[in-house]
């Protein structure tokens, strides 16, 4: 495990603090491999277009997003 990045704010928004965290690690890592693990899959995001615009980012990322529920 590299780091936990907690959201505070509605899964309806892609940018959230924890998200943006993730992300700029995702973009200054880009040399190693990651599978990004969501505790809640629900709490990805709430709306089908945040959910497709989060997992289309993290995958341009070269990163995979997965949930543990």
Not at 24 to 50: C, K, P, Q
Request: glycine content about 8%.
């Amino acid at each position: 495990m590299a780091d936990v990045f907690h959201n505070s704010k509605s899964g309806r928004l892609f940018i959230r603090a924890g998200m943006q965290r993730l992300i700029e690690t995702l973009e200054n890592e880009n040399d190693s491999e990651y599978v990004v693990i969501v505790e809640d899959g629900s709490r990805r995001a709430r709306e089908i277009v945040t959910h497709a615009k989060l997992r289309s980012k993290i995958g341009s990322l070269g990163a995979l997003l997965d949930s543990s529920k």
